[in-house]
């Protein structure tokens, strides 16, 4: 199974801030590689898909590079609703697996 | 607007059977293009995928728990279904729906339901 691995595990924040968030995967993925959000009692949501293409309807301060290994997800401008945990996943092959995840505080 | 909803019981004794439905509205199993997903989280770990269901019945499951796993389709309802046999303390999860492209990007999920395994 590819294992990916993200960093930080967890940051503290304010409001405005950039926020830089990693995933690295233990072999190369290409492109496959997708962000969610996940907020307790809701439904997860798909941020960014193919590493870089923002789903539609997610706001445009959220924005995804990387490829073969190395990936990044950018939130330019913290916003309140934005505090929640943060999940990498490759989807290059199965069994998909996911990172472990960046809980994001405020600070 | 896609909407998963999971259902079943909360609690589960071990060595029984898990059972989870998952009621999909706003759109049709049926229609095809989709993989229908169980994913589950534990508590205070990493999310793990279990497997899919493509409306046709196809399915596709982690090898982890393959032996174990099956994933059923009842395209009248809408719904998709899970079913983990001989369950230990270690299947106490969140346990999510959702649904996959062909590129396995989950674009929907539903909000989860803890499933505990105990006595």
């Known amino acids: 199974d590819i294992q990916m691995t993200q960093s930080p595990s967890s940051l503290s924040a304010s409001v405005g801030d950039r926020v830089t968030i990693t995933c690295r995967a233990s072999q190369s993925i290409s492109s496959y590689l997708n962000w969610y959000q996940m907020k307790p009692g809701k439904a997860p949501q798909l941020l960014i898909y193919a590493a870089s293409t923002l789903q539609s309807g997610v706001p445009s301060r959220f924005s995804g590079s990387g490829s073969g290994t190395d990936f990044s997800l950018t939130i330019s401008s913290l916003q309140p609703e934005d505090f929640a945990t943060y999940y990498c996943q490759q989807s290059y092959s199965p069994p998909q697996t996911f990172g472990r995840g960046t809980k994001v505080e405020i600070k | 607007q896609v909407q998963l909803q999971e259902s079943g019981p909360g609690l589960v004794k071990p060595s029984q059977t898990l059972s989870l439905t998952c009621t999909v509205s706003?759109?049709?199993?049926?229609?095809?293009?989709?993989?229908w997903s169980w994913i589950r989280q534990h508590p205070g770990k990493g999310l793990e995928w279990i497997g899919y269901?493509?409306?046709?019945?196809?399915?596709y499951y982690n090898p982890s728990l393959k032996s174990r796993v099956t994933i059923s389709v009842d395209t009248s309802e809408n719904q998709f279904s899970l079913k983990l046999s001989s369950v230990t303390a270690a299947d106490s999860a969140v346990y999510y729906c959702a649904r996959a492209g062909d590129t396995a990007i989950f674009d929907y999920w539903g909000q989860g339901t803890l499933v505990t395994v105990s006595s």
């Open positions: 269901i493509y409306y046709s019945g196809s399915t």
């Open positions: 706003g759109g049709s199993i049926s229609s095809g293009g989709h993989y």
